[in-house]
Structures are given as structure tokens and as C-alpha cells.
């Protein structure tokens, strides 16, 4: 399946790799079939790094062949591919090696089977690794369904990963001028476009508006949605917006942003290529991809 590019070219992680197979998560020997088959393809994940190989511009995960020891492992059945099971051991963080690679630094570089898979294992690993008690009556809970649930033992009750949505959006001036702020911690150059987890109780085109307002004081109107990013550092999702405003009056709040600027193309080019600002996120992220669109006019031409 392909992501629809009609609206955000490009974004990293959003083509399917597997096929998830979750009818088959529920069999009791899932993973116990799968490790004693060889043509398994195993990755070992360690708190989101795992071996592989990187060149300038592309990297591969380095899968293997079931291996004995497997079978104490924390494993999590990923789905199929190429006819084969793919599973991802969750490792504790001290078993990663220092050559290995992780999501943040090398996922605009890997294919769509390996980008998902290590997406996923990160995702659910950090779930794991944060979710350990029973959230009704704090009972130590135990993996179920193949690594994606977990049950307690002492109420029966089954708990699910979770996924945090949260917005960013591309906000635009009357003159097309796109809004870019520098979080606090950031350092100086490093700014992009704003972005807030939803709260509870609100749509996505709120949660837009409310962080717009919040942050720099604009009232936003003609909220649209792009496109969507899985961002497990350590559970969102990431969902690009466009937005327009009739003033672009800032009134930065200072806590959570340090400063903000409406630019023009040419403005943001030469900021860039004059090495004054870094451009807004890293190659992996949907910050990067939605500042791309407005720098092609692709929210001009919309
Ligand atoms: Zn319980």
C-alpha cells in the first residue's frame, strides 16, 4: 500500500512494509512456531537501536535466522514479508552495540520493510518497558498476543500499546509567509514549525488552534489536514496540518517558545544557505516535509 502523496510528498515511515497479520497474533505458539522455523527473520531491538549497516545515503537492518536463546527473549511477531514471519527481540538498552543503528538517526534512510519494522519495535519496546504494572490494580503484568497486548494475572484485565497523537502545522500569513519559532531548549538557528500534543476532549482541528493561540497568539482559521507521521520518541503520532491566519500579530509566550518569525521563501533560503539557521527538523521528520511543501508553493497552489 502506498501513502497518498497528493497532499505531503515523501513523508518517512509511511509506507507499509508488512503485512500485520494480527488475525494470528491471538495463537497461543505464534512466536514459539516462528523461532523454530529458520526462515524466520529475526531483528534485535535494544530501547530502539539495532544492528545494521549505513552508507551515505541508505541503511539496511541487519535480520538473522533464529537463534538459540531466542526463546527467553521478549519477542514481538511483526507480521509477514517476502513469505517469511518477521519478528524483533526487545532487548534491554544495555545489550546495544555501539555500531548499531536507531530510528531517529537512520529511518530516512531505510526501506519501508525495515523503516516500519523498527518504528514498530521501538514503539511497542518503549510501551513495554513503560507499561509494566497493571493500571487497575498494580499487579506486575505479562506480554500476550504475540507483544502487542499486555494481561494482568491477577484481574484478567488486557491492556493496549498506546499511541499520543499529536499536531503540527504549517501556519501562513496572508502573504504566504510561513511561522517558524525556536523552542527554549533549542539552540539558536534550530527553529521549525509549531507543534502540541492533543488533550483530551478535542478534535485535531482544535488541538491546531488551541496550540496556535497558546504559543504565539494567532488565531488560526482554514485548518487542513496533510498527512501523518508515526513519531515513537516515545509514542506519538505525528499529524501534519496547513493553517491560515488574517493576523499575524505574534505574542510569543516565552515559555514554550523562545522566539518567532514569519518568513518568506526567499528570506527562509537565505537564512539557510547563509548558515543562520539550521532549517526546521531533522531528514526523518514531517516538519521537514512540510516546510519543503511551502518552499515548493505547494500550499500556494492549493
Ligand atoms: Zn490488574
Known amino acids: 500500500m502506498a501513502y497518498d502523496e497528493s497532499l505531503l510528498r515523501n513523508v518517512p515511515l509511511t509506507s507499509a512494509g508488512f503485512d500485520r497479520r494480527a488475525d494470528l497474533r491471538a495463537g497461543e505458539d505464534l512466536l514459539t512456531q516462528a523461532l523454530a522455523d529458520p526462515a524466520t527473520r529475526v531483528l534485535p531491538v535494544a530501547h530502539g537501536f539495532a544492528p545494521g549497516h549505513r552508507e551515505a545515503l541508505s541503511a539496511g537492518l541487519e535480520w538473522r535466522s533464529p537463534a538459540a536463546g531466542d526463546e527467553?527473549?521478549?519477542?514481538?511477531?511483526?507480521?509477514?514479508?517476502?513469505?517469511?514471519?518477521?519478528?524483533?527481540?526487545?532487548?534491554?538498552?544495555?545489550?546495544?552495540?555501539?555500531?548499531?543503528?536507531?530510528?531517529?538517526?537512520?529511518?530516512?534512510?531505510?526501506?519501508a520493510l525495515d523503516g516500519e519494522a523498527l518504528a514498530t519495535a521501538t514503539a511497542l519496546g518503549n510501551w513495554h518497558?513503560?507499561?509494566?504494572?497493571?493500571?487497575?490494580?498494580?499487579?506486575?503484568?505479562?506480554?500476550?498476543?504475540?507483544?502487542?497486548?499486555?494481561?494482568?494475572?491477577?484481574?484478567?484485565?488486557?491492556?493496549?500499546?498506546?499511541?499520543?497523537?499529536?499536531v503540527i502545522m504549517a501556519v501562513l500569513d496572508p502573504d504566504d509567509r510561513l511561522l517558524l519559532a525556536r523552542h527554549p531548549s533549542w539552540p539558536a538557528g534550530r527553529l521549525s514549525v509549531l507543534a502540541g500534543f492533543v488533550e483530551p476532549g478535542e478534535s485535531l482541528a482544535m488541538a491546531v488552534a488551541r496550540e496556535v493561540h497558546e504559543e504565539v497568539g494567532v488565531v488560526c482559521r482554514d485548518i487542513r489536514y496533510l498527512g501523518d507521521q508515526p513519531w515513537p520518541f516515545p509514542a506519538s503520532l505525528m499529524l501534519g496540518f496547513e493553517a491560515r491566519t488574517d493576523d499575524p500579530t505574534l505574542h510569543v509566550d516565552g515559555t514554550e517558545i523562545a522566539e518567532a518569525h514569519w518568513v518568506t521563501r526567499a528570506e527562509y533560503r537565505h537564512k539557510i544557505e547563509s548558515g543562520a539557521w539550521a532549517g526546521g527538523g531533522t531528514s526523518l521528520s514531517i516538519s521537514r516535509r512540510l516546510i519543503l511543501r511551502w518552499l515548493d508553493g505547494g500550499a500556494a497552489a492549493m
Do not use: I, M
Open 129 to 166: 518497558a513503560a507499561h509494566r504494572h497493571c493500571p487497575r490494580c498494580g499487579t506486575q503484568t505479562t506480554p500476550a498476543n504475540a507483544g502487542w497486548t499486555r494481561r494482568c494475572p491477577a484481574d484478567g484485565s488486557e491492556h493496549f500499546p498506546r499511541t499520543d497523537p499529536a
Open 72 to 111: 527467553g527473549e521478549s519477542a514481538v511477531y511483526l507480521g509477514q514479508a517476502n513469505g517469511r514471519a518477521h519478528l524483533a527481540l526487545l532487548l534491554p538498552p544495555s545489550r546495544a552495540a555501539e555500531s548499531w543503528l536507531s530510528l531517529r538517526t537512520d529511518g530516512a534512510w531505510l526501506d
